[in-house]
């Protein structure tokens, strides 16, 4: 079974340092991986995806993850923090079934 | 038109009423999803539909009752819920078809108290 797992609960960083919020995951065949962020009261976003390709995929708002293949992660980054960015955050697989999403960070940027 | 809207945006109801969640997108979308989600968790699958056709039921209770009309609009009807029921319900839409690779575009969600 596909399955994506989130280490960290919180994040805390401060605005205008680097970000990294962590995702690992567990598939068979080829990682279908997917990040989106929620913000209080909201729906999800969509941030970016991996299929195939370059290991650096770019998203929006400036964010970018990294896929490592023999580390099975797929760690989403972005170089300076901003307050606005704070929020839930989950790293989704894509499973025959639909997505399977990890328990979710949150992230929370101070000034 | 990249937007998928939900309404109501909020719903009271009690355990013997009878409502209905609406969802419609205008994206040219063959896939639609109903998600459960509660407070700081991740979403859980409920349904999913497929040109129209129910594909996936995750075992939920059939005090839900999904509908997709036409290709832009999906429902779920409510009937008898319980308190444990109340919680976010976020629709999403895609690309249909085989392509695992496709994200999906969530609404803002229905926020569901049933008292």
């Known amino acids: 079974a596909q399955s994506v797992a989130q280490p960290e609960d919180q994040v805390n960083v401060a605005e205008g340092n680097p970000l990294t919020v962590k995702c690992t995951y567990s598939?068979?065949?080829?990682?279908?991986l997917f990040w989106y962020v929620q913000y209080p009261n909201r729906g999800l976003q969509f941030l970016l995806k991996?299929?195939?390709?370059?290991?650096l995929v770019k998203g929006s708002y400036g964010f970018e993850a990294e896929f490592n293949k023999s580390q099975t992660s797929f760690h989403l980054k972005k170089p300076s923090a901003l307050v606005s960015d704070s929020a839930l955050y989950f790293c989704?697989?894509?499973?025959?079934?639909?997505?399977?999403f990890g328990q979710g960070t949150e992230l929370s940027v101070k000034p | 038109d990249t937007e998928v809207t939900q309404t109501p945006k909020h719903l009271v109801m009690g355990m013997t009423n009878k409502k209905s969640l609406k969802c419609e997108q205008h994206?040219?979308?063959?896939?639609m999803y109903w998600y459960k989600q509660k407070a700081k968790k991740p979403p859980e699958l409920m349904f999913v539909?497929?040109?129209?056709?129910?594909?996936i039921n995750e075992s939920v209770p059939s005090r839900f009752s999904p509908e997709c009309p036409n290709s832009s609009l999906l429902n779920l009807h409510l009937h008898a819920l319980q308190p444990e029921d109340s919680a976010l319900y976020l629709c999403?839409?895609?690309?249909?078809?085989?392509?695992?690779?496709?994200?999906?575009?969530f609404g803002p969600g229905t926020r569901l108290t049933v008292l």
């Open positions: 999403a839409s895609s690309q249909a078809g085989d392509r695992g690779y496709n994200e999906q575009f």
């Open positions: 598939v068979s065949g080829n990682p279908y």
């Open positions: 991996y299929i195939t390709g370059d290991n």
């Open positions: 989704a697989v894509r499973d025959p079934r639909g997505l399977i």
């Open positions: 994206m040219g979308h063959r896939a």
């Open positions: 539909y497929s040109y129209e056709k129910l594909s």
